[in-house]
């Protein structure tokens, strides 16, 4: 899955998860228009399916959103978990290398093995 975003404002970005979901919701939007021309429906009614739509779009962008930037954070944790809990089978092993993990300011992980 390809992800742009952009350097001046990293919450604008784009993924093909949210160009579907903002197509499915293009395309939901203007059936429910056709329905509500079709049957003549209460103004508070429609008020209340349109508020209804909206957040459930608004929440389901927000979920793709926060999968993507948490993602990274996730494998991070779980590598560095599975490295400690690999190494605790053995702590009688002095080994003669230390790695080191850490996040670059492009929030990318990085490895460097000293020997």
């Known amino acids: 899955m390809e992800t742009v975003y952009r350097k001046n404002n990293p919450l ?5 998860r949210i160009d579907a979901l903002n197509e499915a919701y293009r395309i939901f939007s203007s ?3 056709d329905y509500i021309r079709m049957n003549n429906l209460d103004p508070e009614d429609i008020k209340e399916i349109k508020k209804a739509l909206n957040r459930a779009y608004q929440e389901k962008k927000l979920s793709y959103y926060l999968d993507y930037k ?3 954070y996730k494998n991070y944790i779980d ?6 809990l690999n ?3 053995q702590p009688h092993e002095n080994k003669e290398f230390k790695t080191v993990f850490y ?3 492009t929030k990318q992980l990085m ?3 000293q020997y």
Do not use: G, M, Y
């Open 12 to 16: 604008v970005f784009r993924s093909q």
């Open 31 to 33: 059936v429910l228009e």
């Open 70 to 72: 948490i993602n990274k």
């Open 79 to 84: 590598f560095a978990l599975d490295f400690v």
């Open 87 to 89: 190494n605790l089978e």
């Open 103 to 105: 996040l670059k300011h």
């Open 111 to 113: 490895t460097n093995e």
